[in-house]
């Protein structure tokens, strides 16, 4: 009998989701129990990874005998097409990544965050924060992509910091403003829900009749480590030269910030 009409099986998240898992425990490597990356068999066809195979001695963990080094070709291309749970499933995504797809948890919208505004101590699932900022912080928002004020008291010859939240391009970012040893530093954040498809940048410019200086630096997500954004390349610095004039000026200094958003 020959059926020209193909079967469709209905299969709830839950049961691919078992059924995965039993997929990859199956592809884990022997030793460490992680999925199986630049794959290694020993005689006895046993998996195991490149980096527990140096540490072992290249002998297998479970019988004991030489690990070769022979790469399981058809095996390696197996693995790297094998979707898997993304490890945020238990907060409720429901998305499967590939197993050498580091790119989704790093933005997963059900990632844990927190909130940076100083002794607030909120944690929760990154897509929640604008929600939490809203209902909460309400009045320190700024929805804007683009700020100007004057300062009248301009002073970096005392150490501080501060945080800015800014709303916009439907992205949340966080601006940053440190001063020590008389230089003012500001780097800026911003907390995607997904794999970006744009770049942003910041241009800061500080003038007065007699000083103009202007900077555009990038915007990176909150996916990097925060104390390494204070480096010249990746953060805002006002040269100290720069600031000392300013602090000297009692007329005020025109500060401005523009949020730039750019296609990858």
Known sequence: VVYNSPVYIEY??????????????????CSCHKPLRSARVCLNGHGVCLACKTRSNRMCPICKVSVTDVKPVMLDQIIK??????????????????????????FCRYRQ??????????????????QHLESVH?????????????LMSFNTKMNREGLCVIIAYNNIF???????????VQFYQYVPLEKPK???????????PETNYSSTTPVHSDAFDFYSLFKDKESFHLPKKIA??????????HYSTEIIKKPL
């Open 138 to 150: 309400a009045k320190d928002l700024v929805r804007s992509t683009s700020e100007s004020k004057i």
């Open 113 to 130: 965050t927190e909130c940076r505004i100083p002794q607030c101590g909120w944690r929760g699932v990154a897509g929640k924060l604008l």
């Open 12 to 29: 709830s998240c839950t049961e691919l989701f078992e059924a995965l898992k039993y997929i990859h425990s199956a592809a884990e490597c």
């Open 81 to 106: 097409r094998l979707p898997r749970i993304c490890k945020f499933f238990q907060k409720g995504c429901e998305s499967l990544v590939l197993v050498n797809d580091n790119d989704h948890e790093t």
């Open 174 to 184: 966080w601006q940053h403003v440190r001063v020590r040893a008389g230089r003012l």
């Open 198 to 208: 744009e770049k942003f940048a910041v241009m800061v410019t500080f003038h007065t």
């Open 244 to 253: 000392l004039s300013f602090n000297q000026f009692h007329s005020g200094v």
